[in-house]
């Protein structure tokens, strides 16, 4: 199972990521991205990994589980 992970060392929270894709992220207390427990679903797939590429500080991946 295929699942987003996010490099809270590294976002810097510009919200790329979290307007894109609300369905799999949301903001934390301390502003940064936080994905929400979902399996990335095949149809979502490669527009999540455009997110990823554009992601300024490359903070954000999908990992398999
Ligand atoms: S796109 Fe990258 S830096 Fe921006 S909120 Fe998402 S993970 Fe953080």
Do not use: N, R, W
């Not at 996010?6 to 510009?14: A, M, N, P």
């Not at 679903?41 to 398999?64: G, R, S």
């Amino acid at each position: 199972m295929e699942k987003i992970v996010v490099d809270k060392e590294k976002c810097i929270g510009c919200g790329l990521c979290v307007h894109s894709h609300p369905e799999y992220l949301v903001f934390d207390e301390m502003g940064q991205a936080d994905p929400v427990d979902k399996e990335v679903a095949p149809e979502d797939k490669m527009d999540i990994l455009e997110t990823v590429e554009h992601c300024p500080t490359e903070a954000i991946k999908v990992e398999q589980e």
